[in-house]
């Protein structure tokens, strides 16, 4: 049966369902994690793009068949918490200093030629900083309270009452810090043409582009994993417990 779109369906919950959308917004400048909450009408005319041709790339997607294509939706949130974990934050932590020794490199053999390249790394190193601090929030005081309260479900116990009252507080800071570096990466996308390199630049030039561009693709799963699928099933399990 073919699918057809929905007009009133948000752009977070087309990726929440197939994760394949998400190419089609990246490759319009849609954001589809921190700003996921708006129908596709309203992104296109917020940025003045052609509704009617997002529109057909995205039915495309959603009746072609992909192996590819992971359910992260069906998961049970302990497992999806370990996923984000052992995948994104590694991975976060992994790429954060070798992109920094790249860029501090490209600032003091281009940074004249090139001043843009001084923003960058200036943007990139508070980014590094507060999603290290962030991820360090999550794997501390978020996700162990989502693992306890799958488990208490699971076993049918009850679940005693955090010291943050209810997951909507860390949640709501989680969501704030994920607009801030959402807004961090746009701004880094615009002063480098979005990761496209001047001509003229050595491998190390390229190499650096290429990987922010990486980055910010995982930084966007990471977040649309999180606003879109972790934090609203771990609000909706917490109100199954009398707190």
């Not at 162990?144 to 009850?158: G, I, L, N, Q």
């Not at 615009?190 to 491998?203: F, G, I, K, Q």
Request: aromatic fraction near 10%; hydrophobic fraction near 35%.
């Amino acid at each position: 049966m073919e699918l057809t779109m929905d007009k009133e369906k948000q752009i977070g919950e087309y990726v929440a369902e197939d994760f394949r959308t998400a190419a089609v917004f990246s490759k319009f400048r849609i954001d589809f994690c921190c700003n996921g909450n708006r129908t596709v009408s309203e992104a296109c005319k917020a940025k003045g793009l052609d509704e009617a041709k997002v529109t057909e790339e995205i039915h495309s997607i959603l009746n072609s068949v992909s192996e590819e294509t992971i359910d992260y939706k069906s998961w049970p949130l302990d497992l999806l918490v370990d996923y984000i974990e052992k995948k994104h934050h590694r991975y976060v932590e992994e790429k954060i200093p070798v992109l920094r020794q790249f860029l501090d490199k490209l600032c003091k053999v281009h940074g004249k030629r090139h001043p843009e390249l001084l923003k960058i790394y200036e943007l990139f190193t508070a980014s590094s900083g507060e999603l290290s601090a962030h991820m360090k929030k999550e794997e501390l005081i978020l996700f162990p309270y989502v693992k306890r309260m799958v488990e208490a479900k699971r076993s049918h116990t009850t679940i005693e009452s955090p010291q943050f009252e209810t997951v909507e507080n860390p949640i709501a800071m989680m969501m704030h810090e994920h607009d801030n570096e959402g807004e961090r990466f746009r701004y880094i996308a615009e002063l480098t043409n979005d990761y496209n390199p001047p001509a003229d630049t050595c491998n190390t030039y390229k190499v650096a582009y290429a990987m922010l561009d990486e980055f910010e693709k995982d930084l966007h799963l990471h977040i649309h994993l999180e606003n879109n699928i972790l934090f609203p099933k771990a609000i909706k399990l917490e109100r199954t417990f009398k707190l």
